[in-house]
């Protein structure tokens, strides 16, 4: 079963827009969620993660049981943005990551 | 979809045996797969980059002779962790990107919990 679901393969925001980034999770206990970020060549990075409930870079993230969601969102967009995005979640002995976001920004 | 396997998910062994980890790509081709390690609290750091044919890219501080990474095939990597310790204890995650193009976005292998004791 899915268990972290980003629906929207690719984002095209212009700059200066608010983006919001969709993960929704389908998991029975109590799970601790994240997002993860690849800028182009560069290593998979931790962005930030609910339980810390911290803005990195402009983004945040709520983690909203009642919808089972965790979406990023960033009210101005900016160029540097573009990346690709990554929901994880853990559980128990798993680990499991969404299919991705990539996001582009245009200038 | 890409889908990458792990095997086994979760594993508990002696301090001095070693354990292996194997990470499948199950319907495409992984010409280059990578190893994760996530301790307790804290993100996913690289380990090393394994490259089918030839010699895996360890990171700065990962020990090669530790920890042994075989990618024999274009659907097969494997993690060894040879004469484990109980600092080794973690979680070991794989992914890897049909056709080893980033654009393509990474698929990640569940992971392996591994307990030294």
């Known amino acids: 079963a899915q268990r972290v679901t980003q629906p929207e393969k690719l984002l095209s925001v212009f700059k200066g827009a608010p983006v919001e980034l969709k993960c929704n999770y389908s998991?029975?206990?109590?799970?601790?969620l994240f997002w993860y970020v690849q800028y182009s060549r560069q290593r998979l990075q931790l962005l930030l993660r609910?339980?810390s409930r911290e803005s990195i870079k402009g983004f945040t993230a709520d983690l909203n049981k009642g919808e089972t969601s965790f979406h990023l969102k960033k009210p101005f967009a900016q160029e540097e943005d573009s990346a690709m995005y990554y929901c994880a979640l853990t559980g128990g002995n798993q680990f499991y990551f969404g299919t991705g976001t990539s996001l582009t920004v245009i200038p | 979809g890409a889908v990458v396997s792990q095997h086994p998910s979760w594993v508990i062994c002696k301090s001095g045996t070693s354990v292996k980890i194997e990470c499948r790509s199950l319907d495409f081709q992984a010409t280059t797969m990578f190893w994760y390690r996530q301790f307790p609290k804290q993100s996913l750091m690289l380990m090393a980059t394994?490259?089918?044919?030839?010699?895996?890219?360890?990171e700065q501080g990962v020990e090669k002779d530790k920890f042994l990474i075989n990618h024999a095939s274009l659907t097969l990597s494997t993690l060894t962790v040879t004469s484990a310790h109980p600092e080794d204890s973690s979680f070991y995650i794989c992914?890897?990107?049909?056709?080893?193009?980033?654009?393509?976005?990474?698929?990640f292998g569940s992971g392996t919990r591994l307990t030294v004791v």
């Open positions: 998991y029975s206990g109590s799970p601790e």
């Open positions: 394994s490259n089918e044919g030839s010699k895996a890219t360890y």
């Open positions: 609910h339980i």
């Open positions: 992914s890897a990107t049909p056709g080893g193009r980033q654009d393509y976005g990474y698929t």
